[in-house]
């Protein structure tokens, strides 16, 4: 069979991706890399994961740095920002893929369990989401690169619409996360900046390694999958290059759920 050639969709463009040096943030920044973006690999631990991104994004053609930033801290995303326009020159997508559980039953959790995963699933996708918006709206649209002045995509999670008990603290800030990508979506449509979600559901990354790790795991995990397997990083990924792209450009304020179908409630599939 020959080789799809892969589409350059967002050649001439340049990317930021947070939490990017692992799991679902370093497949979505390769994948932005084939689709022909300059990336920027942002981290916060562990920069040798994070040159082995970039090295990976090289080898596919495009251009890549790596960028150290807590995007809880307001001065170090700031700092992000500044140099990814330092070496690029400007920042035409956002990927708010950042992201952590700190896990307890409600009546355990900690403050700062919960201050914790605020902070950095909520708190960081606003902070970088204000940065970007206002690079869009300085710059406007360049329509030899994009049709649109820019493009955000928060990585949410089915829990933004499924409870989770003993995850109290995760699922508020995937819920926070689906009101305010939509009220930052409403008001910045007319500056033709495009702001959208995508809610993975079961993806094989080390986060979740306990739901797949052995056929047991994984028995009971497919249980909540109509679709009967587990989802793989690239798929997010190349999800993330197509909502970024023009081809995508008249959908906006929307959650793409990529769960093989966890959000149909399969535990009602025979009629509750």
Known sequence: MPKVPIRR????????????????????????GKAGANVVVN???????????????????????????????E?????????????FGTVDILVNNAGLQVDAPFADMTLAQWQKVIDVNLTGQFLCSREAVR?????????????AAGKIICISSVHEVIPWAGHVNYATSKGGVMLMMKSIAQEVAPWRIRVNSIAPGAIRTPINTAAWDTPEHYAELLKLIPY????????????AAWLASDDADYIHGITLFVDGGMTLYPGFETGG
């Open 135 to 147: 690079e869009f709206k300085a710059r406007g649209v360049k329509p030899e690169v994009s049709c």
């Open 75 to 87: 001065a170090e995303v700031q700092a992000m920002f500044a140099q990814a326009k330092a070496e």
């Open 43 to 73: 981290y916060v631990s562990g920069p040798d994961k994070a040159e082995e991104v970039v090295a990976s994004i090289e080898g596919e053609g495009s251009h890549a740095v790596a960028a150290r930033a807590d995007v809880s801290n």
């Open 228 to 239: 009967k397997r587990i989802g793989e990083p690239n798929e997010i990924g190349r999800a």
């Open 9 to 32: 969709l967002l050649e001439g463009q340049t990317a930021i991706v947070t939490g990017a040096s692992s799991g679902i943030g370093k497949a979505i920044a390769i994948e932005l």
